[in-house]
């Protein structure tokens, strides 16, 4: 189940609403923070800070600052509809839905009742090829407003703000959240549900999605979906981001270095908003919500300063332009299926002058209770990206990466350009095995790496005195360091099988052994010690001694393993459910042995019974 799954939607299916309300919520500001996200990711937040604040006032000739109608900058309203239509939506106008409340000229619907006035929202649909109508989207926009009210809108929404934290509670304003939409826009919500209902949609066919104060505003209308609008909300598809509120029916997505998302709400918890680590944001109390994901951008990766909610510096975590380029890298990602929704997730978000001096990592400022194996995700630029101690799945997207690993187990997907391994030890210390565009290490801990689009291992070589860093280039016949030194691939070249059906037969226990994409038959060195990797088909696997590694990934098959000792061990990466966190719950004995699913595939230790089995003999990640 990945991270952002819905309940009784597919993977896919929840992807893509996931992607379409960060696209809505980011739309649903017109590019208000175009030239502070334009300013940050060219200058950054240390010496560039003061380039980054004039470029968020007066923009540039790429992107539009606060002041409007500037004649150098373009226009932000014109390209955030251009980027909606490029998401495949189109605004629904006034006329479209039979609506006779407050609009602007964008099209943005304002808030019906006094004291809601600087509420917005925007109404968008999906259409197929032949015009057809096929969704409707509500995004609630969070705190702010158009460029031309924006100081009186941001005020009039801070009030908000303070109703939600219940900061107005002397006043007898208390869980103001879960009335704030239905109060500021009824008539255009029942408007909606008519407009959906002549078009043949269902609740089902909405997606109510917004940011930061909007997020409250998605929660807040799931509280009345059972008997608002007759109840055709009950079905509704209800995405927030950054929201300080929760309720139930509610997919919350938040990082947790965001100073709003899971706020506590409690005003005698306010100071501990000032001290570093405390605990003013709750993000693992959400029970819908995210709990595990970062931002990796420049100030959390400072470390220093602290992520709080009176540190104006912090809230770059909290802006919407940060989720929108975070959620389609993370839904897109090689190893999304493996994800969960208490998943450590990492993005990097890094401005350009700060890319080549931060390594993207989990540095859980929050101390965190972390499940599972750490996700680490670059950018389409060069990034500098490290696992931990753990288990990891590092992925590069574009750009020239270099990868830094741990004793751990990890996986990773090096990506478009010219990507490096750094193993950070000698080579002496490592087995080396390639197979397939695979690059595969294994520590003397026993930790194995599996690498895809590497060009380079630097290894760190230490003699006495000194340790020197050394690059190798990956190639089919082993490593070389350019300047005449060769390494052949774990000793002597691996065992591999060509096309279907192998017998093979592992000479000894620095060697590997791959199989092929067919039904293989593998006997482990009779010394021991060997790796053994079937691959695709049904495998049979003969142990025949001690001491030896079966590692399993991906679709594997339907395998039989036969031979296995108290000393050999198991190893399921990057396979259907191996990083749920219950590695027990894949196991099964039978009369026959000991039967491990993962998914559609499994492996039969065939006369192993629970006596012959210890829980440190499987490895999952």
Not at 68 to 83: F, G, I, K, R, V
Not at 306 to 314: A, I, M, T, V
Not at 539 to 554: H, I, M, P
């Given at each position: 189940?990945?991270?952002?799954?819905i309940?009784?939607?597919?993977?896919?299916e929840?992807a893509?609403l996931?992607e379409?309300?960060?696209?809505?919520?980011?739309?649903?500001?017109?590019?208000?923070?175009?030239?502070?996200?334009?300013?940050?990711?060219?200058?950054?937040?240390?010496?560039?800070?003061?380039?980054?604040l004039?470029?968020?006032?007066?923009?540039?000739?790429?992107?539009?600052?606060i002041?409007?109608?500037?004649?150098?900058?373009?226009?932000?309203?014109?390209?955030?509809?251009?980027?909606l239509?490029?998401?495949?939506?189109?605004?629904?106008?006034?006329?479209?839905?039979?609506?006779?409340?407050?609009?602007?000229?964008?099209?943005?619907?304002?808030?019906?009742?006094?004291?809601y006035?600087?509420a917005?929202?925007?109404?968008?649909?999906?259409?197929?090829?032949?015009?057809?109508?096929?969704?409707?989207?509500?995004?609630?926009?969070?705190?702010?407003?158009?460029?031309?009210?924006?100081?009186?809108?941001t005020?009039?929404?801070?009030?908000?703000?303070?109703?939600?934290?219940?900061?107005?509670?002397i006043?007898?304003?208390?869980?103001?959240?879960?009335?704030?939409?239905?109060?500021?826009?009824?008539?255009?919500?029942?408007?909606?549900?008519?407009?959906?209902?002549?078009n043949?949609?269902?609740?089902?066919?909405?997606?109510?999605?917004?940011?930061?104060?909007?997020?409250?505003?998605?929660?807040?209308?799931?509280?009345?979906?059972?008997?608002?609008?007759?109840?055709?909300?009950k079905?509704?598809?209800?995405?927030?981001?950054?929201?300080?509120?929760?309720?139930?029916?509610?997919?919350?997505?938040?990082?947790?270095?965001?100073?709003v998302?899971g706020?506590d709400?409690?005003?005698?918890?306010?100071?501990?908003?000032?001290?570093?680590?405390?605990?003013?944001?709750?993000?693992?109390?959400f029970?819908?919500?995210?709990?595990g994901?970062?931002?990796?951008?420049?100030?959390?990766?400072?470390g220093?300063?602290?992520?709080?909610?009176?540190?104006?510096?912090?809230?770059i975590?909290?802006?919407?332009?940060?989720?929108?380029?975070?959620?389609?890298?993370?839904v897109?990602?090689?190893?999304?299926?493996?994800?969960?929704l208490?998943?450590?997730?990492?993005?990097?978000?890094?401005?350009?002058?700060?890319?080549?001096?931060?390594?993207?990592?989990?540095?859980?400022?929050?101390h965190?209770?972390?499940?599972?194996?750490?996700?680490?995700i670059?950018?389409?630029?060069?990034?500098?990206?490290?696992?931990?101690?753990?288990?990891?799945?590092?992925?590069?997207?574009?750009g020239?990466?270099?990868?830094?690993?741990?004793?751990?187990y990890?996986?990773?997907?090096?990506?478009?350009?010219?990507n490096?391994?750094?193993?950070?030890?000698?080579l002496?210390?490592?087995?080396?095995a390639y197979?397939?565009?695979?690059?595969?290490?294994?520590?003397?801990?026993?930790?194995?790496?599996?690498?895809r689009?590497?060009?380079?291992?630097?290894?760190?070589?230490?003699?006495?005195?000194?340790?020197?860093?050394?690059?190798?280039?990956?190639?089919?016949?082993?490593?070389?360091?350019?300047?005449?030194?060769?390494?052949?691939?774990?000793q002597?070249?691996s065992?591999?099988?060509?096309?279907?059906?192998?017998?093979?037969y592992?000479?000894?226990?620095?060697?590997?052994g791959?199989?092929?994409?067919?039904d293989?038959?593998?006997?482990?060195?009779?010394?021991?010690?060997?790796?053994?990797?079937?691959?695709?088909?049904n495998?049979?696997?003969?142990?025949?001694?001690?001491?030896?590694?079966?590692?399993?990934?991906?679709n594997?098959?339907?395998?039989?393993?036969?031979g296995?000792?108290?000393?050999d061990?198991?190893?399921?990466?990057?396979?259907?459910?191996?990083?749920?966190?219950?590695?027990?719950?894949?196991?099964?004995?039978?009369?026959?042995?000991l039967d491990?699913?993962?998914?559609?595939?499994?492996?039969?230790?065939?006369?192993?019974?629970?006596?012959?089995?210890?829980?440190?003999?499987?490895?999952?990640?």
């Open positions: 189940m990945a991270v952002f799954d309940t009784g939607k597919s993977t896919a929840s893509q996931v379409d309300a960060a696209a809505l919520s980011q739309f649903s500001y017109h590019n208000f923070s175009q030239g502070l996200w334009s300013g940050y990711y060219d200058h950054g937040f240390k010496l560039g800070l003061p380039a980054t004039i470029r968020a006032v007066v923009g540039n000739s790429d992107a539009e600052g002041i409007p109608y500037l004649p150098w900058t373009p226009n932000s309203e014109a390209q955030a509809e251009q980027d239509n490029n998401a495949g939506w189109q605004v629904i106008t006034p006329e479209q839905l039979g609506y006779e409340g407050r609009t602007d000229k964008l099209g943005t619907y304002h808030g019906e009742k006094f004291g006035l600087s917005q929202a925007d109404v968008v649909g999906k259409y197929n090829e032949d015009g057809q109508l096929q969704q409707i989207g509500v995004a609630f926009r969070g705190t702010g407003g158009p460029r031309e009210t924006a100081i009186i809108d005020a009039l929404d801070v009030l908000h703000d303070l109703d939600f934290a219940s900061f107005l509670a006043l007898g304003r208390t869980n103001q959240w879960q009335d704030y939409s239905v109060s500021a826009f009824g008539d255009l919500l029942e408007s909606v549900a008519s407009f959906a209902q002549k043949g949609l269902e609740g089902d066919d909405v997606l109510i999605t917004g940011h930061s104060l909007g997020g409250g505003a998605v929660n807040g209308l799931a509280t009345h979906r059972d008997d608002f609008a007759g109840g055709f909300y079905d509704a598809n209800f995405i927030g981001f950054a929201s300080p509120v929760e309720s139930d029916g509610v997919l919350n997505i938040g990082s947790e270095n965001d100073p998302y706020l709400l409690d005003p005698s918890n306010l100071l501990s908003g000032l001290f570093p680590n405390g605990h003013f944001s709750h993000p693992d109390t029970e819908h919500g995210t709990s994901l970062v931002q990796f951008n420049d100030f959390y990766a400072d220093i300063t602290p992520q709080s909610l009176f540190n104006l510096f912090s809230w975590s909290h802006d919407m332009p940060g989720y929108s380029t975070m959620i389609p890298r993370i897109n990602s090689a190893f999304y299926e493996q994800t969960n208490d998943s450590t997730i990492v993005v990097s978000n890094l401005s350009d002058p700060a890319r080549d001096r931060y390594w993207v990592e989990d540095l859980n400022q929050r965190q209770e972390r499940h599972g194996s750490s996700f680490i670059g950018s389409d630029k060069d990034d500098l990206i490290q696992g931990g101690s753990g288990n990891n799945y590092l992925e590069g997207l574009g020239n990466d270099t990868f830094r690993i741990g004793d751990g990890n996986i990773i997907a090096g990506g478009d350009g010219t490096v391994l750094d193993v950070q030890r000698g002496d210390d490592l087995s080396v197979h397939d565009g695979t690059l595969y290490t294994q520590n003397p801990y026993g930790g194995i790496t599996i690498a689009d590497i060009d380079t291992l630097r290894s760190n070589e230490r003699s006495f005195l000194f340790h020197r860093d050394r690059d190798y280039q990956v190639s089919e016949q082993g490593l070389d360091d350019g300047h005449g030194k060769h390494v052949d691939y774990a002597s070249q065992v591999s099988g060509e096309g279907d059906d192998n017998l093979l592992i000479d000894n226990g620095d060697q590997w791959f199989g092929g994409a067919g293989d038959i593998i006997f482990a060195s009779e010394s021991g010690g060997t790796t053994i990797i079937g691959g695709e088909g495998d049979t696997l003969y142990s025949q001694a001690g001491g030896n590694t079966f590692l399993f990934s991906e594997f098959g339907q395998d039989t393993l036969y296995f000792t108290g000393d061990k198991l190893v399921f990466l990057n396979t259907t459910g191996s990083n749920d966190g219950d590695p027990l719950s894949h196991l099964q004995f039978s009369d026959e042995g491990l699913t993962f998914g559609d595939n499994s492996v039969s230790l065939v006369g192993i019974t629970a006596d012959d089995f210890s829980q440190d003999q499987l490895i999952t990640a």
